[in-house]
């Protein structure tokens, strides 16, 4: 099976030049159930919500940790390297048939990265005092914001279980090859690609978190089972303007 739903399982070739190399490591996925209905105003133009075969769309909580991370061909930037991120994502298709995802937020511990990505992709990231602890088989992701919207907060335990052959809807949200931003007007795709995601079980031992919340999306049912995997290798191409 190459796609689901129209959604490719492996990555499209990258447009060049590449602009980004980096690696995502020890990240996990926590998704709801979103009625497509009650996020559509969120999406920009030439967009809107993905929705899979149960008439559903979703959002997802992905904590991990940012590593190595370097521009184009370049070496690895020291300052900007490594750090955890989490984000609060929707998922989208454009008007192309390009399936990606819609970032509500973005807390990043590294401040530089917040006007870079802000006003260069338009992406929403935020300023977090953040860390992320992994003891044995659990791991703990600890986010509080520093900046806009001062003292939110989120803090997720997971054990970590073992590797699992992803289902349809598994593969049909991890397997996303860009995200769709909004920029001076425009909105803008921003490719990506990398090799499929490893992933194991992960079961939830604590979740207390205010981002869904702040992001003005809320859940139409409990979360999937979780998500943990060690990581991948990604890099990013030219964007594109889809409308």
């Known amino acids: 099976m190459s796609s689901i739903l129209g959604a490719p399982l492996t990555a499209p070739k990258l447009p060049r030049p590449m602009i980004l190399d980096q690696r995502w490591e020890n990240l996990t996925f926590v998704h709801w159930p979103v009625d497509a209905s009650s996020v559509a105003h969120m999406f920009p133009r030439g967009t809107r919500p993905d929705v899979f075969a149960d008439g559903v769309t979703y959002v997802a909580l992905v904590p991990f940790e940012m590593h190595d991370i370097s521009l184009g061909r370049t070496p690895a930037v020291p300052y900007l390297g490594s750090f955890a991120e989490t984000n609060i994502r929707l998922y989208s298709v454009d008007d192309k048939g390009r399936h990606g995802v819609l970032f509500r937020s973005l807390e990043t511990s590294r401040l530089a990265v917040v006007p870079l990505t802000r006003i260069g992709l338009g992406i929403p990231y935020t300023w977090a005092d953040m860390s992320i602890r992994r003891m044995g088989t659990r791991v703990e992701y600890v986010s509080k914001?520093?900046?806009?919207?001062?003292?939110?907060?989120?803090?997720?335990?997971?054990?970590?279980?073992?590797?699992?052959?992803?289902?349809d809807l598994e593969q049909w949200l991890t397997a996303r090859w860009g995200a769709h931003t909004r920029v001076a007007g425009r909105t803008l795709w921003v490719p990506n690609q990398h090799s499929s995601w490893p992933l194991h079980r992960a079961d939830i031992v604590h979740l207390d978190d205010d981002l869904l919340d702040a992001s003005g999306v809320r859940a139409a049912g409990p979360p999937l089972r979780a998500l943990w995997s060690p990581g991948v290798r990604t890099q990013f191409g030219r964007p594109a303007i889809v409308a």
Request: hydrophobic fraction near 25%; proline fraction near 13%.
């Open 145 to 167: 914001r520093r900046w806009p919207d001062r003292g939110l907060r989120s803090r997720l335990e997971v054990e970590i279980g073992e590797p699992v052959e992803p289902t």
